[in-house]
């Protein structure tokens, strides 16, 4: 890690510190607690490489499991618990890596196991556990959301504090007490600012500070502003027994749906119409994105939702199809184009769907022959993995399921099909 990081967390360490002892001066209840927990703080800053272990530090999800079992199954499902599992994140670490100097190497890890953050100096055990396709470490696992204190959003990405003592954070007032953890709530959990930390953007060394966030205008957003924050959508509210054997209370569902799960469903709104104008028909899709940030998010670089039209005529047969897609085109420092997003350095073309923007596309094609009626099918879809073959070749031969890969899988968001007759 660069010298200049450490002196940024050491001061953010000192200040955090600060605060907390004020916080504890105006409210005495909280005194004992963080007495020994700033000092805790203060203690694993300065040692830089913190004297425990990594295993203790950040203790694994299944640890959390035994009281937890609810949160623990659903953070099982989530792409999160995958973070540095997937055959994607494999290869494409492996082409970041062959591309940049050794003190660069740790870059996908501060938000695909971000514990690197304060192991930095373990990097190369991070690159061996996912070599190894089956990581004995967490990616994005409990301790490594529930340890973070502070988030800076000074910079880009915003930085997380983690402060590695005996206290978890959440955002309960009054968790019940428990043998395991102490537990303090932060406003922190329930703002959008905490899951932007690692939904923003890569670092701005990696593009030379040209490329825009991936989320776009979410702050401004209409959602935002009623208070919709990315834990409204993302992990619904339901009422349960948040540890075993506790009372019923708030819990936040922690499968975080996005590109899969129920969350798709309210995505868009889309409406069609068709004209037919003798020889020729014309369809008129308005798609008005209910998402307060941009639709896809355009990391990995290849991410992009299609929006395909298929006309069928006669028995059903397909007549005409046409794809148009929302993403990021990118081109790296040769002026290639590439779906490397650690490459790129400009952005060749950019259709992504604006937070909460509405669209209208236009498609004309000839009007079947011939046929009594048409089908007009709309269906909006995040694409699979695209680029170049040899990429797609090494996604797939590095990939147990081959071409059954999650990457490969295309997920439909949105389909309306309409019957016009001729
Ligand atoms: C600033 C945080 C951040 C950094 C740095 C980062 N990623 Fe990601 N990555 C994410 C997030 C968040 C997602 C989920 C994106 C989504 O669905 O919108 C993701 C998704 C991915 C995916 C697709 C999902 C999967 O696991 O197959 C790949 C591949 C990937 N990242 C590779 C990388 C590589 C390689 C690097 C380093 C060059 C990297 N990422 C650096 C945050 C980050
Ligand atoms: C991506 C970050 C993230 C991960 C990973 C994560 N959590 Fe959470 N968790 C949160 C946030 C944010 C809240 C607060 C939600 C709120 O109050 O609206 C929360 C709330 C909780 C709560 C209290 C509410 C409830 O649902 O019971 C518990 C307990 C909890 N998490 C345990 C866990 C455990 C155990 C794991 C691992 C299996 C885990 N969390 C993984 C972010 C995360
Ligand atoms: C011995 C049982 C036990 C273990 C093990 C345990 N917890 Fe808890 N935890 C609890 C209890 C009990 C509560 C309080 C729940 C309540 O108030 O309903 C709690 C509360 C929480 C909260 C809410 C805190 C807040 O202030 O919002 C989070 C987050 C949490 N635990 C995360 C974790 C994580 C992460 C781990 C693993 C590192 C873990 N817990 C291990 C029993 C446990
Ligand atoms: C410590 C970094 C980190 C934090 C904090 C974090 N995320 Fe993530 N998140 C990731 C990474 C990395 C992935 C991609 C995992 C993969 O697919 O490889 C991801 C994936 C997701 C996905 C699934 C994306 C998809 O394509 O389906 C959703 C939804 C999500 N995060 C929402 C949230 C929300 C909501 C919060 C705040 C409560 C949050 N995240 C906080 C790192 C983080
Ligand atoms: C009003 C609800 C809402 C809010 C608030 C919201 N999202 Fe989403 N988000 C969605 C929906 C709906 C989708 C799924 C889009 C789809 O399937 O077409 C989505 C998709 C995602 C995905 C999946 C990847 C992708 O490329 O589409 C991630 C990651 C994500 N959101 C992160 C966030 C973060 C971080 C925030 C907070 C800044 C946030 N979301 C706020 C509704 C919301």
Redesign the pocket.
Known sequence: MSPILTNRKEKRALAFSVSILFVGMICDWFVPLNGVFSVNALAAKNDKVTSKTLEKAF?H?N??K???LR?YEEWETSAQSQSIETTAFRVTLDRFLKSVPDDQQNMCFQCHAPHILEYGHLGKRFIDEVKSRDPQIDGVG??Q??LISEVDEGTRPPHPTFTLGKT?????E????????E???LEL?QKSQYCVTCHDSLPQSVSGGQLPDWLGTWKTSKAEKEGKTCQTCHMPEAFG???????A?RVANHSFPGRFGKVRATAVELELTTQVKGPQSEVEVTIQSLVPHNLPLSHPGWSRVNLDLTILGKNLNKVYGEKRFYERVYADKNEGQTVLDFHAVKILKDTLLQPEEKRVETFTFPTPPDAPSMDVIVTLSYSPVHGPDELLKAIEAAATLRRKDRAFQEVEIFRKKQNVPL
């Open positions: 203790p999800s640890k959390c035994r009281c937890h949160a409990c301790s959301c529930h978890i954070y959440g955002g309960y009054n968790a019940a007490k428990n043998l395991a953890h537990s303090q709530q959990y027994e948040s540890a075993t054997g506790e009372g209370r």
